[in-house]
C-alpha cells in the first residue's frame, strides 16, 4: 500500500500510528496540541487522542524534558518536540546530564524511553535560531542515540521505531525537506533505524550524508552523472551510533569519500567520518576524505545561507579536488 | 532568625513542650514518637560513620545531614506504600527509613557504582545535579495523574511524588519550571525544601529577599513554613500535603526551616564563611534533643531505652564500617553494557578492542 506524502504529513502519520499502537505513548511540546505544532506535524492529533496524549506544555523546553524523565520513570513513553534547533539549548542539560546518563546510572533498571523530536538545519530564510545543526553535541554524548529521517518513507516508519526503542533518541527533521513529497509505503518496513542506506549506487566516490544534505547530495550526483562521474550516495540515517558497516563497505567499493552536512566543519561529524575511514581503510583509498559543510561561524542572516549552506556546485568542487588524487 | 515566619508551623519547641496550633496537629502515637528519635539517633550515626569513612578515604566525598534529622525522618514517614520519593543528595534518614539498604548510597560515594540501588521504584537514585530532580518528580506526578491515581475513593489507589529539594535549588530554573508545570498540570507533586541557611556558602539571603514559602503563591499553590527541627510538625504537615495531592487538590511547597549543622560535604570548610555563634544558636535547637527531652518528661522513654538505642547505633556504625570491604566496583564490562538498553555494534566494538587489550597485557 503506497501513497505520496509530504515528510510532514508522513510524521503526522508515524506519530498517529505510535500512539494507537500503544496507550503509554504520549506527545508533549509547545503548541502542539490545538495548533498541531508549528510546522502543523502534530495537526489533528489532539483532537484524536485527547489532551493527556497530545500534550500542550508550559514555555519551558528544560521543563518539557525533564518531565519526560519522569513520565518515563511512570512507564510513559513520551515523544518531546522542541519546536526549534535553537530553542533546545535551555533542555540541553536535561538532556546530557539526565536523559543520556539514566540507564547506565541506575545500572541498567530504568530505560529512558524518549523521543525529543527538533526540527533542525538551515534553507527556509529563517530568522536567528531557527537554522542550527546542533546534532554533533548530542552525537558526541553517549547514552543518546541521534537519527535524521531524509525522506518521507523513512520519516513515517523512523518515527516509529525510535518510539520502540528503549534508549532516549534525538529525532532531528530536515524542515526545510518537510514539505517534499515522497512515496510513503505502509507496509514494508524499511531497514531499522541503526542502518544507513545506500540512496544511489556509483563507483567512482562516496557522498555521505544524513537529513537535508541528502537532497542536495542526490542532486550533485545527477548532474555528476551528466558529466560522466559515478557517485555512490549513503544516507547515514542513524548519526549515533554511525553504522561503519555500511559506510566502509562502500568505500572501499569506491575508495573515495566525501561528507557533506550543514553543521559547522571543525567537529562535525565528517571529522569522525573521517578519522574512522582513516583506521580502517588507509591503504584502500586514493583520496584523504574530504568534507563540505558549514563554516565556523554561527549561522548567517538568512539572505545569505545559502553561501553558508553546501550546494551542488561547492559538493561538486569537492568532489572533483577527490578524483584529482 | 532571619527568613524564619511567625506562620511557622511549630507542634514541638526546643525545650521539648508541646505547644497547640490552629491548624495543624500530630495524631501519632507515643510510640510512633520513640520509633522517630530512633530514626533520627540511627541516622545521625549513620552520617557520623560516613563522614568518618570519607576521612579515612574510603569515600570520595560525604554529603552530611547532621541538623536535619527531624525533616527527614518527618517526613519520610508521611509517604505511603503508593508514593514515590525523588531525594537530592543529603536524603539519608529519608533512605533509611524507607529501607534502601545504607550500602547503596556508600557506594555512590565510594565510586564502587552509579546508583544502581535496590528500591528505585520507591526512592530514586541521589541526583548530584541541584534541583534537576524537581522536574523528574513532577513528570512523574504528571503519570500518577494520567494513571488515574488520584482522587479515587480507595485510598489505597491514590499516589503522589514528593521532591527533596534545597533553599540553593530554589534559585534554580529548573526548580522554578517544576513549580510551573505542576501548577499548570495540578500534579500531585510535594516539594520538600529543605532550607537549611546554606547552599556550600552562600546563605539563604543571596537565593531569596523573601521567606521561600510564600513563593509558592507566586506560583498558585500553597506554601508553607514548618520548624523543620520539630519531628511532629513536620509529619503533620508532610501528611496534609501529600493528602492533598493523592486527593487531587494538586502541589503545595513546604519549607522545612532548618540548619545545616555540618559541612556542604566533606570537602568544605564552614569556619571561612560563618558565624560559630550560628552554629550555637542552632544547637539549641536541635531535633533530637527536644524530642528525646519531651518523650522522657512524658515516660514514653527512659535511660534504659535510650541506652539500648545507642547500643544499636554503635552496632549499625560497626555494620557500615564492614559493608565498605565489601561494595563491590563496577566492571568495565557492566558498564559497556548499560550504556544502551539495545547494544550497539559501534559500543561494541569498544568493548572488544578493550578486552582485547587486557587479554594482551595478562600475557
Known amino acids: 500500500m503506497n501513497e505520496k506524502l509530504t515528510m510532514a504529513k508522513a510524521l503526522n502519520r508515524g506519530l498517529r500510528r505510535a500512539l494507537q499502537a500503544d496507550p503509554k505513548v504520549l506527545l508533549a511540546g509547545e503548541d502542539i496540541g490545538k495548533l498541531g505544532g508549528v510546522f502543523r506535524i502534530t495537526e489533528g492529533l489532539q483532537a484524536e487522542f485527547g489532551e493527556n496524549r497530545v500534550v500542550d506544555s508550559p514555555l519551558a523546553e528544560s521543563g518539557i524534558i525533564g518531565t519526560a524523565v519522569g513520565l518515563c520513570m511512570r512507564g510513559y513513553r513520551p515523544v518531546v518536540e522542541i519546536q526549534f534547533d535553537g530553542f533546545v539549548f535551555p533542555g540541553f542539560a536535561q538532556i546530557v546530564s539526565q536523559v543520556a ?118 542532486d550533485a550526483a545527477a548532474v555528476a552523472a551528466e558529466e560522466g562521474t559515478d557517485l555512490e550516495v549513503v544516507d547515514l540515517r542513524t548519526i549515533s551510533p554511525i553504522d561503519w558497516v555500511t559506510v566502509i563497505s562502500s568505500v572501499r567499493r569506491t575508495r573515495r569519500a566525501i561528507v557533506v552536512h550543514e553543521a559547522p566543519l571543525t567537529l562535525g561529524l565528517g571529522a569522525e567520518i573521517a578519522a574512522k575511514l582513516t583506521e580502517e581503510l588507509f591503504y584502500v583509498m586514493e583520496s584523504p576524505v574530504l568534507r563540505v559543510a558549514g563554516f565556523d561561524m554561527p549561522y548567517p542572516p538568512a539572505r545569505v545561507e545559502s553561501e553558508y549552506l553546501p550546494s551542488v556546485d561547492r559538493i561538486l568542487d569537492t568532489v572533483d579536488t577527490s578524483l584529482a588524487y | 532568625m532571619r527568613g524564619q515566619s511567625v506562620e511557622m508551623v511549630q507542634l514541638l519547641t526546643p525545650d521539648g513542650e508541646r505547644v497547640a496550633n490552629d491548624d495543624f496537629e500530630f495524631t501519632g502515637s507515643a510510640d510512633d514518637l520513640a520509633g522517630y528519635l530512633r530514626d533520627m539517633i540511627l541516622a545521625r550515626r549513620f552520617d557520623a560513620e560516613a563522614t568518618a ?114 533553599d540553593g535549588a530554589a534559585s534554580q530554573g529548573d526548580v522554578n519550571e517544576a513549580y510551573v508545570f505542576a501548577a499548570s498540570y495540578n500534579a500531585p507533586v510535594v516539594f520538600f525544601c529543605q532550607n537549611n541557611q546554606w547552599a556550600i556558602s552562600e546563605p539563604i539571603a543571596l ?85 528525646a527531652t519531651y518523650l522522657r518528661n512524658l515516660g514514653a522513654v527512659d535511660d534504659a531505652w535510650l541506652a539500648a538505642v545507642e547500643d544499636e547505633a554503635k552496632s549499625l556504625g560497626a555494620d557500615v564500617r564492614a559493608t565498605i570491604a565489601q561494595l563491590k566496583d563496577v566492571t568495565m564490562d557492566e558498564l559497556f553494557e548499560t550504556v544502551y538498553a539495545e547494544p550497539t555494534v559501534a559500543l561494541e566494538s569498544q568493548r572488544r578492542e578493550y578486552a582485547a587489550y587486557l587479554a594482551g597485557e595478562d600475557a
Open chain 2, 53 to 166: 569513612l570519607q576521612r579515612h578515604g574510603e569515600l570520595g566525598l560525604w554529603t552530611p545531614l547532621i541538623g536535619q534529622e527531624a525533616a527527614q525522618v518527618g517526613s519520610a514517614h508521611a509517604l505511603r506504600a503508593a508514593d514515590v520519593c525523588f531525594p537530592s543528595y543529603r536524603e539519608h534518614a529519608v533512605a533509611m527509613v524507607l529501607g534502601v539498604p545504607l550500602s547503596n548510597l556508600l557506594g555512590l560515594f565510594r565510586g564502587t557504582d552509579g546508583g544502581h540501588w535496590e528500591l528505585l521504584e520507591k526512592f530514586k537514585n541521589y541526583q548530584i545535579v541541584i534541583g534537576c530532580q524537581a522536574l523528574h518528580a513532577t513528570g512523574y506526578a504528571m503519570g500518577i495523574q494520567l494513571d488515574g491515581a488520584v482522587g479515587n475513593a480507595d485510598p489505597d489507589q491514590n499516589a503522589a511524588a514528593i521532591v527533596y529539594h534545597g
Open chain 1, 101 to 218: 546518563k539514566m540507564h547506565m546510572r541506575t545500572g541498567g533498571r530504568q530505560k529512558m524511553p524518549m523521543v525529543i523530536r527538533i526540527p533542525f538545519g538551515g534553507g527556509i530564510g529563517a530568522v536567528e535560531h531557527h537554522s542550527e545543526s546542533p546534532e554533533a553535541y548530542f552525537a558526541h554524548t553517549p547514552g543518546l542515540k541521534v537519527v535524521s529521517c531524509a525522506n518521507p518513507n523513512d520519516a513515517y516508519w523512523m518515527i516509529q521505531q525510535a518510539i520502540g526503542s528503549d534508549d532516549p533518541v534525538v529525532f532531528l527533521e530536515p524542515k526545510r525537506r518537510y514539505q517534499q513529497k515522497g512515496e510513503v509505503n505502509f507496509t514494508d518496513r524499511p531497514a531499522p533505524m541503526h542502518q544507513a542506506s545506500i540512496v544511489r549506487h556509483g563507483s567512482d566516490a562516496t557522498l555521505l550524508a544524513y537529513g537535508p544534505m541528502v537532497k542536495t547530495c542526490l
Open chain 2, 207 to 291: 537565593q531569596s529577599r523573601i521567606p521561600l514559602f510564600q513563593r509558592a503563591q507566586g506560583f498558585g499553590f500553597p506554601g508553607i513554613q514548618v520548624d523543620g527541627n520539630d519531628v511532629l510538625a513536620v509529619k503533620a504537615v508532610t501528611d496534609w500535603a501529600m493528602e492533598r495531592a493523592r486527593h487531587g487538590d494538586g502541589p503545595t511547597f513546604i519549607e522545612a526551616y532548618t540548619y545545616r549543622m555540618g559541612a556542604h560535604t566533606t570537602s568544605d570548610d564552614p569556619t571561612k564563611y560563618r558565624e560559630s555563634s550560628d552554629e550555637e544558636a542552632w544547637r539549641g535547637r536541635d531535633p533530637i534533643l527536644r524530642l
